[in-house]
Each structure stands twice: as structure tokens, then as C-alpha cells.
């Protein structure tokens, strides 16, 4: 029996039609899973990662300790050199996931009194990472630089000032005005963070992010990537400067306090990044038009109004309701397309929604198809 007060917490999320449940993905049209270019699924990628293992003596099922202890093994260096190189970073850390390392960096970064202004859309790991944190916190409204500057204008500037944002938003699609964060950033001499969960992948020709499709990697203190979303895999990585790099090894409890990733992740993780930069270009213009096709069928069935805005690979439709958003999402599984709601609590009630996330191997009829039936449900 649970206690009386987790069974009430239970019955509540019921009541509210909020209950979560582990499911199964079962062969329908994919436009919920965070796979934009369709790597989980590649064999070469599979094959490739295998062999790393054998070359380098490395066929073993487990890392056996912690990176400090007996779990750093060969392939780390390796991996963490090419993703630094590929990212255009002084240096690259790689943690479990992209949870862990919001939680490594903003549990041991910001400083008793120093101040962190984060975007009130955050993903719960930056906010958990946040709430670990001796530093004081405030959250600006989403997206908007005026409300940011007005906190920045207010806040003290004794000690160091964090700003922490996302380059594509999870559970919404959009993204900052970069170039001007950037520059209210250092106009405050702050330390800008930008997590590159949902641009890594779907931004600039190589898929390296928006950061440095915009060439601001210089004006950036710490990017987060994780390669559980475009690289199809498992792990992330903290990219920023050496010195950054140090501190955290030493500092940060979620990168010293587990297991380090086996060889085969890294091995996978390694032949990921080989695949994006030499053979995945196409992948990436497939994904870049099919969200080109999305946006301009939403016009042509007047969709428009019901999404927020993107160029991203997400794009939400606002269904209030958790009631209605499931019905629809299930009348979707139905004629076969899996497109999952999000609910309150995950997002606030009335800011409910159906989550489209479109990827390299969609093709055009089935994103006008998924498009006009949600038309006959809206
Ligand atoms: C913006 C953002 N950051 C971090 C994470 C966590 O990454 P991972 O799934 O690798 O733990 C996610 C995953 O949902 C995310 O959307």
C-alpha cells in the first residue's frame, strides 16, 4: 500500500486525466518521436559502432566505475575531441544525458548570491539543475528580451549573472532572438547558456545547432547537446572552455557520482557524429523542406492560427483541454499516425496541446494527410 498522501497525489492526476502510462511506439506514421533524422533506426551507424569496439579492443558491456575512477575509457578523449572540433568549442564534457548535465552544470555552476534569469519555458532539467543551486533565481517571460532586460536593469551586478535559455523550446517549437540575447548578454557582461537539445541536428547545413549556424559560439559560456534527440542515441555533452571543463569534473556531482556511459554508447556516439558530418546532408535538407511542407500546408488548411510559430521540427497545435487534446491524439492513432498530446501538468492547464515533431523520413503525403484529418477534428 502506498502511503495515503501518494494515493491521493495518484487518484488527483486521474481525476484530471493526467495519469502517465508507459506505452509502446507500434508501427504508426512517427510524428512524436525526438528521432528528426531517422539515426536510432540506421544500420551503418550500428555496424560502424561495432566495429569502433573491435579496433579498439574495447567489447566489453560496462565502463565498471566513474570517468574519475576506473569508467574513463579510451574512446572518451577520443569522442570528446571530434565533438569539440565539430561544434567549433574549446572543449567538450560528456555527461549520461542531457538531464544530467542540466543538472551537473546548474547545481555546481552559479554561486551562493550569484543570479540566474532563466526562460519561464525552461525544460524541467534546467529547472531541477536550478533548484540545486546556492544561487538565486528569477525566470523572465518566454522569449521576451524587454521583460529580460528590465530583470537585468534591477538585479545586482556584484557578483555573476547567468542567463539560460533553449535555442529550440521542447515543448513549444520556437526559439529567442539569439543575435539580440547576445548582445543584452554582454552589454550586461552576464554568462549565457543555451541548451541545443532540439537544434542539434536541424540548424545549419551541417546540423550543428543554432549557436553556430549563427557564428555566436564565441559569444556563448556553456551550450548543452544532448544525442538523444537528432542523434538518435544516448548521452550529451557540456561544450564551453577548458577551464569550464576542469570545474566541472570537479565539481559536479552528477558527472562524478554514477557510472560513466559503456563503450558501445560512446562508440555510437562516435559513429553519430561521423554519419552527420559526412554523410547526412541530405537527411538534413529532407527535414529542412519537410518542415517547409508542414508550415506551408498549415497555411493552405487554415491551420496557422491553432500553432506556434516555428521553423523548428516541432510544431504544436493549442488544444485546451486534456480531455479534447487526448481524443484528438487517439482519433490520430486510429488512422494511423502517432502524435502525441501534451497535458497538463506537463504544460499549464489551458496551454494544453498535440505535438507534431516531423523528421527526415516523413514524406510530404503523409504530413498532408496527418494535417487534413486534424482539420476534420479542429
Ligand atoms: C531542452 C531539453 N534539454 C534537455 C533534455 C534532456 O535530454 P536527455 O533526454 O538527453 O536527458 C531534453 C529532453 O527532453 C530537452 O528537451
Keep these: 500500500m502506498l502511503p495515503k498522501k501518494l494515493q491521493n497525489k495518484l487518484n488527483t ?67 570528446e575531441q571530434q565533438i569539440k572540433d565539430f561544434h567549433n568549442a574549446e572543449s567538450a564534457l560528456i555527461f549520461n544525458s542531457g538531464y544530467d548535465a542540466n543538472l551537473g552544470f546548474f547545481s555546481c555552476v552559479p ?33 521576451d528580451l524587454t521583460h529580460l532586460e528590465e530583470i537585468l536593469n534591477q538585479v545586482q551586478h556584484d557578483n555573476d549573472i547567468y542567463i539560460v535559455t533553449e535555442s529550440v523550446f521542447s515543448m513549444d ?29 536541424v540548424f545549419g547545413k551541417l546540423g550543428n545547432g543554432l549557436i553556430s549556424d ?58 553519430s557524429y561521423d554519419e552527420i558530418q559526412k554523410q547526412a546532408q541530405q537527411d538534413i535538407v529532407n527535414l529542412q523542406q519537410n518542415i ?18 516555428s521553423n523548428s521540427a516541432i510544431h504544436c497545435c493549442m488544444i485546451t483541454g486534456n ?3 487526448k481524443q484528438i491524439s487517439e482519433a490520430l492513432k486510429y488512422n494511423g499516425f502517432d502524435v502525441r498530446p501534451i497535458l497538463s501538468p506537463t504544460v499549464p492547464k489551458e496551454k494544453e496541446r498535440l505535438r507534431f515533431c516531423i523528421h527526415s523520413y516523413n514524406s510530404q503525403h503523409e504530413i498532408t494527410k496527418v494535417l487534413q484529418l486534424l482539420a476534420t477534428f479542429v
Design 173 to 201: 517549437g520556437d526559439s529567442p532572438d539569439l543575435k539580440a540575447l547576445t548582445k543584452l548578454s554582454k552589454h550586461h557582461h552576464t554568462h549565457l547558456i543555451i541548451d541545443e537539445a532540439h537544434a542539434f541536428g
Design 323 to 325: 480531455d479534447t487534446v
Design 292 to 309: 517547409i511542407v508542414f508550415k506551408s500546408e498549415l497555411k493552405r488548411l487554415h491551420l496557422q492560427q491553432l500553432f506556434i510559430d
Design 214 to 271: 549563427l557564428q555566436l559560439e564565441d559569444s556563448v559560456f556553456a551550450r548543452i547537446i544532448t544525442f538523444g534527440k537528432a542523434l538518435g542515441c544516448h548521452g550529451a555533452t557540456v561544450l564551453g572552455s577548458k577551464d569550464l571543463r576542469d570545474y566541472l569534473i570537479n565539481f559536479s556531482r552528477p558527472f562524478i557520482y554514477t557510472t560513466a556511459l559503456p563503450p558501445h554508447s560512446l562508440a555510437t556516439i562516435k559513429a
Design 111 to 143: 554561486q551562493r548570491n550569484d543570479i540566474i534569469l532563466y526562460d519561464e519555458f525552461c525544460h524541467a532539467s534546467i529547472r531541477d539543475g536550478i533548484s540545486m543551486s546556492n544561487a538565486k533565481s528569477f525566470k523572465f517571460k518566454h522569449n
Design 13 to 79: 492526476r486521474k481525476q484530471d486525466n493526467a495519469f502517465r502510462q508507459l506505452g509502446q511506439t507500434n508501427g504508426l506514421v512517427d510524428f512524436s518521436s525526438n528521432d528528426y533524422l531517422g539515426f536510432s533506426q540506421s544500420k551503418s551507424i550500428f555496424n560502424q559502432a561495432h566495429q569502433y569496439l573491435l579496433d579498439n579492443n574495447l567489447a566489453q558491456n560496462g565502463a565498471t566505475g566513474s570517468r574519475l575512477l576506473s569508467g574513463n575509457h579510451s574512446l572518451y578523449e577520443n569522442v
